[in-house]
Structures are given as C-alpha cells and as structure tokens.
T-cell receptor, first 113, second 111 residues
C-alpha cells in the first residue's frame, strides 16, 4: 500500500538554527499538509498546499516557517530560526481530495535545545 | 468544550467487548473523520462521515453523527488487543483545508 514517508525520523537542533523536514507524499495525491503534535497535546494544523501554492495556513505558521515542493515529489517544511517551543512531532500528510481521508507519515520528532 | 473534544479521555476494556468513544464539536461541519494513532506513530484514517449522513459502517467500526447535537460516536465491536491505540475525531469545516483534531481517547484492550 502506498505511504507517506518522512525523513529524518528524529532531528535535534540548537535554538536559532534552521531545519528542513522532508516528506514524500503519495504520488497521485494533490493536497499536502503539515501538522504538528506537541507532547501530550492535540494535533495542530500548520499549513495546506495545493496546486503549488499555500491554500491555507494557521496562526502558528508565521514568517519563520515555509514550505516547498521543489521537484514534484518532495514536500518540505523549513523552520528558519528554531525556538524551544518548536519542539514537537511534525507530521506530513497528503490526500486526493481536499480535507478528506488524509494519509499521514510517521512523523519527524524535532527537539530544539 | 472546544471543537472536537472526545470522551472518555481513557477507556480500558476486555478483549471481545465493545468500545464506544464520543466526540463533540461546536461549529457546522462538512465532514467528521476518525483517526487512530499507535504510540509514537502517525495517524491512520479510519472512517469519514459527511454532514448529511447519520450512520456509517466499516468492518467492526460504526460511526454515528448527530448534527443537531453536534456530536459523533465511534463504536468498535468485538475489540482486539491490536485495537489498543489513541482515537481522534477530526472535523472539517466548509471552505477550509484544515482538520481540527480533538484531544483523543486512549483505548486499552486487555487480552
């Protein structure tokens, strides 16, 4: 069965450093998303991406965050200058239809020290 | 309560019993979905019910939706130890691409 793959599974970084989280969505999917889950808290929406542009973003997704689909297969989330509070599990997801039946990757655990 | 709140927060049952989880939400929705998350893993889509539907089945899963009460329930029949996981409802509203997740129900199925 096709799956969404995310790399790395764990990322440790120093506060203020830039990180790039990578995702390969399912190939025939058209909608792409990033969500995050801080330990013990709810899964939170960050951003959705469709037709090579951001379709919606949350208040969390400020100027420090950006997304890119550089080559038609990868989908990346960049955090320019990480903060301690960015520590979380970051999930990439994709879907055929917008907002229906999302397929999630296994996540990248980001730890900012 | 906030959009997408589940109860109970935790549920412990014996294998073979049925498990029922409830979800309440506040705003009008397009659809409501249930996801499962095994510890430390990604979320797996279980079932989607649209706002004009009242009940849906998939294998051992039964979902109901009451839009007048803004609530949904997920029933897992004949539970198995492998059903042990956290279960989340997620609501989709009209005109938005985001899912709003609840805080989840942690289900433990004892062998």
């Amino acid at each position: 069965e096709p799956e969404v793959t995310q790399t790395p599974s764990h990322q440790v970084t120093q506060m203020g450093q830039e990180v790039i989280l990578r995702c390969v969505p399912i190939s025939n999917h058209l909608y792409f998303y990033w969500y995050r889950q801080i330990l013990g808290q709810k899964v939170e929406f960050l951003v959705s991406f469709y037709n090579n542009e951001i379709s919606e973003k949350s208040e969390i997704f400020d100027d420090q965050f950006s997304v890119e689909r550089p080559d038609g297969s990868n989908f990346t989330l960049k955090i320019r200058s990480t903060k301690l509070e960015d520590s979380a599990m970051y999930f990439c997801a994709s879907s055929v239809e917008g907002n229906e039946k999302l397929f999630f990757g296994s996540g990248t655990q980001l730890s900012v020290l | 309560s906030q959009q997408g709140e589940e109860d109970p927060q935790a549920l412990s049952i014996q294998e073979g019993e049925n498990a029922t989880m409830n979800c309440s939400y506040k705003t009008s929705i397009n659809n409501l979905q249930w996801y499962r998350q095994n510890s430390g893993r990604g979320l797996v889509h279980l079932i989607l019910i649209r706002s004009n539907e009242r009940e849906k089945h998939s294998g051992r899963l039964r979902v109901t939706l009451d839009t007048s009460k803004k609530s949904s329930s997920l029933l897992i029949t004949a539970s198995r130890a492998a059903d042990t996981a956290s279960y989340f409802c997620a609501t989709a509203v009209w005109g938005s691409y985001k899912l709003i997740f609840g805080s989840g129900t942690r289900l433990l199925v004892r062998p």
